[in-house]
Structures are given as C-alpha cells and as structure tokens.
C-alpha cells in the first residue's frame, strides 16, 4: 500500500445523503471523491418529503430557492389530482397538509394542530415552505452543489473493497485503486462498506411486503383517494395522478432484486383495496420495500464509517429515512473535516455516533410502532381506533406533528443554557439578515447581539473556522450571545447577565479545537 493520499475522503453513494455530505466536507476544506455504482440519477419513486431539520439545514446552505421551486411544480401535480377526483365526484381527496403527515396512515388534521411552540418560529423560512421534495429532485440539486463546491463525483464506478490500516484506506473500485485518509459508506441498507467493515447490524426481521409506484391505470374508479386500510392491509391513492401504494402483512419478498412487473403490482393492489376491475397497463416507476428494522451499533470502525441508510434500515413510513440520513450527513462533514485539516483530534468523530445513534433508534421504533397500528389481525385494529381517537384531537395531533415534523430533535451537549444543544432559532438581526444567513459558509458562527469587544476577544485565533458576528436582535432582549456549531446546532449561548462569557473557551475549544494564538 502506497503512502500517498490520494484524497482526504472517499464516499461510497452519490445519492442524497453521500453527496451532501461531500458538500459539508468540501466546505471545510477536505479532497472529497465520491463514487457511485449508477451512471445516473436514479428517479425510481423513493422519499417524496423533507422534513424540518432537512430542511433548515439545506437553509442555512442556501439551497431553499431550489427546494421551493421543486415544491411549488409539486404543489400543481397535487393540486390536478384533487379537483380530478372533485371531478369524478369523489370528494375531497385525502391529501395531508405540507407539515402535518400520518401516523400509519392516520391522517393529521391541521385544524387540530397547536403551532404555539417557539420552535415552529424559530425555524424560520424553511418551516414556512414547502417540504415536498421528490429524492431525485434533490439528488440533483445537490449534485449541482456538490459539482460547484469542486467535489469529484465518479458516476458508474462501484467500490469493490478496501484495506484499511491506522493511517488511511486503500478504497478499490471497478476503475481502479485510490488511496484515501477516510472512508464514508453511504451505500445505502445493504451497504458493501457496512459488510465488509464488519459492523454489527442487529434488528428486528421484516414482516411486510410494500409497493410504492408511479403507474398507468384504468379502472381506478373505486380506488379512494389518500391512505386506506382494509382488511388485508393498506393501499394508498395520490397525491398526484398514477401514484399508488401498498402493504400486505405476508411476510417479506423473496427477491427484493428482482424485476417488479405489472401483473406484481396489480395483485396486490386489487387484493388490498378490493378493487377487481382496477388494471394496471404501464409501470412507470416502482420500488419494493419492507420493514426491516436495523441499526449499527456504532458508526466509526477506524478510519471507515457509516452514514443514511447504510446505517439503519426501516420501513419508509413516515418518511423518515432520507431525513435521517441528511441529518448524519450534516453532523458528520464539519467533524471529519475538522480532523482531516488536523484543527481537530480524532476523538471529535466519537460524539458522531453519540449525538446521531438515539435520533436513529428513536425513527426505527416510531416506524416499527407504525407497523404495530396497521397490522391486519382484530388486536392491532383494535389498538387503531384508540390511537385514531387519540391522533384526532389537539394534544394527539400536535404531538405527533411535532414528532413526525423533526423540530423536536436536539442534542445533549454540555453547558446549562436552554438553547444548548438545540437548533439555531433563526433570528432576524437588526441588519434585516437572518442567522442562517450567517451560516452559508459552512463555518461555525459567533453571535455577538451586544456588542462587547470581551466577548469577541475569547474568539481570537478561530478566524479560519469561525465567522464572528455583531449584530443585535431586537425581539431577543434575552439574549447576549450564541456560538453556533457549523451544522447549526447552538453548542454554547449567554442570557443578559452571563457577562463574563463564562464557559465560551471551552466549548470553542471542545468543538473547534485549539485556536492558532494558543498552539
């Protein structure tokens, strides 16, 4: 093995997850290579949502323009299949508003919803847009950045194996060798890093077939629009023309891989929704799934890790996957940047798998009480009608947005303020700019809202990692100062009479290591 380092990182997987964080690693300084096995994006039907974490972390990127404009050409496709199904005298179609979802299925009423929590204002602009995202709309967005931001991205090139010693990886792929300082398996759940790295991947076993497909169909007449359950399992209509879903709780399928074809997905289409004229006469874009449920249980082995889907696997309701990958995207690429600039030790990369690991149990379990709810047999149906009663009033219905949302997710990390370990709020400062403004750099950011010199001298030596700003906040007057983390999460903050800047130089220091004055 040669001594030469080709690249500080190598990322397996160019799809949302990998190529975002190819993007967080290019913005602190890192020689980025991602690979991927496909020689395209890959447009079958996946995620369809981000949520708001996604979503504001993309904000503070500057990316929410593009995500809007996605959002708005999607608003139109659903807005067409509503007034067809008005048309065709079907009501209303069950359409979940922009932010409230389902819980298997159990559709949230926005009537119902309390929006009082702070946290909905602080989210700022992203919590008010739109959040349906196609993937392959995103892929594509962030390929754009990734290609501006001077990642190579290899696109029909698959990792093969590697050789990973104390000092960097040998990353073997189908054009050759490269030698890298770090691997990052993006690869998705069945995930040829994972395997070959030998992490542990314990779970629950899969008890569901699931389709999800954008189709050609006659017959559909009968088919209700949104999410049903019958007695055989769940199907879904909408929200836009051609798109279908189903669930049979049959036991998984016996190829994942192979081939899915009309004749599939109509069976199981007409023995869930108990439509047997309803034909299905071109598959535009279809995909398998089940309930799977894993999780590594650490996600650094050395010099490789893990990230998205490579990192747990779970059924797709809810929508959770994708969001959940970009989120370890956006924890990951600061720190490994960090450490490969050498501004950072290597025990940085631990509070990767001890900030993101319990956000990840906590999506398999909500995905796998889901599955619980929707189960066919007289308990489960049973138990539905309770959580439905539940779901269907203010307290139910603005607990499970608020967990489905995202906006509840933090981090425990040290220091006593209430904003510490939180999201940024994205204030609007007295200069018009908001924080995630601030934050488009990809640097962590020093809020000085009262103007004092003191404080912004405990930030001397950082200047190639942190943005130091003065600026007041009006609607604030509780605030003196915030040190955001660069994925935006507040690592440390100070109230009016925290005038000594008390705890600052240490968490400079715990996240962004020693400043150049002092090395």
């Not at 395209?40 to 809007?68: C, F, H, M, Q």
């Not at 996600?299 to 370890?328: C, E, I, M, T």
């Not at 025990?347 to 066919?376: C, F, K, N």
């Not at 200047?463 to 955001?484: M, Q």
């Amino acid at each position: 093995m040669t001594t030469t380092i080709d690249y500080d990182v190598v990322v397996a997987g160019a799809g949302p997850v990998g190529l975002f964080l190819g993007c967080e690693l290019a913005f602190g300084g890192a020689r980025v290579l991602v690979v991927e096995r496909l020689t395209e994006v890959d447009e079958t039907i996946k995620a369809g949502a981000i949520n708001i974490p996604s979503a504001v972390a993309l904000y503070r990127r500057g990316l929410l323009p593009e995500l809007a404009a996605v959002w708005e050409a999607a608003l139109q496709r659903v807005s067409a299949f509503r007034e067809a199904a008005k048309s065709r005298g079907e009501g209303e179609a069950k359409v979940p508003p922009k932010f409230a979802g389902h819980f298997a299925g159990i559709m949230m009423d926005p009537d119902l919803f309390d929006g009082s929590d702070p946290a909905w204002a602080d989210a700022g602009p992203a919590a008010e847009s739109g959040l349906g995202v196609p993937q392959a709309a995103l892929e594509r967005i962030l390929a754009r950045r990734a290609e501006e931001l001077g990642v190579e991205v290899r696109r029909g090139v698959e990792l093969t194996g590697f050789d990973a010693d104390p000092d960097g990886v040998a990353v073997h792929t189908g054009g050759g060798t490269v030698r890298a300082g770090w691997l990052v398996g993006c690869d998705g759940g069945r995930s040829t890093v994972r395997k070959l790295a030998g992490f542990d991947f314990p779970g629950t076993e899969p008890e569901i077939t699931g389709y999800q497909a954008i189709v050609e169909l006659t017959g559909a007449e009968r088919l209700r629009p949104g999410w049903n359950t019958t007695d055989t399992g769940t199907y879904v209509h909408g929200p836009f023309p051609g798109r279908i879903l189903s669930v049979e709780f049959d036991g998984p399928p016996a190829d994942r891989s192979a081939p899915i074809t009309a004749e599939e997905l109509q069976a199981s289409l007409r023995r869930v929704a108990e439509v047997p004229e309803v034909t299905i006469t071109k598959v535009l874009s279809a995909t398998r799934f089940t309930d799977n449920a894993r999780q590594a249980t650490e996600y650094r082995k050395g010099r490789v890790l893990l990230a998205g889907d490579a990192a747990h696997v779970h059924s797709p309701f809810g929508g959770q996957g994708l969001n959940l990958g970009l989120g370890d995207a956006m924890n990951l690429g600061w720190k490994l940047a960090a450490v490969v600039r050498g501004t950072a030790p290597v025990s940085l990369l631990d509070t990767y798998t001890a900030e993101r690991h319990p956000i990840g149990a906590w999506v398999l379990d909500w995905t796998r009480a889901q599955i619980a709810v929707m189960r066919p047999d007289r308990h489960a149906r049973a138990l539905r009608r309770v959580v439905t009663d539940l779901a269907l009033t203010t307290t139910g219905t603005t607990y499970l947005v608020t967990r489905i949302s995202g906006i509840w997710q933090r981090y425990d990390l040290p220091g006593d303020h209430p904003l510490t370990g939180a999201s940024a709020p994205d204030l609007v400062l007295a200069d018009g700019s908001r924080l995630g403004d601030h934050l488009h750099s990809g640097h962590a950011l020093l809020l000085d809202l009262a103007g004092d010199p003191a404080l912004r001298a405990r930030a001397e030596g950082y200047g190639d990692r942190l943005e130091v700003r003065t600026l007041p906040c009006p609607d604030r007057p509780g605030l003196r100062a915030l040190f955001v983390r660069p994925d935006g999460f507040v690592a440390w903050a100070a109230g009016p009479e925290d005038t000594d800047a008390k705890g600052l130089p240490e968490a400079l220091e715990r996240w962004l290591g020693v400043p150049h004055a002092a090395a």
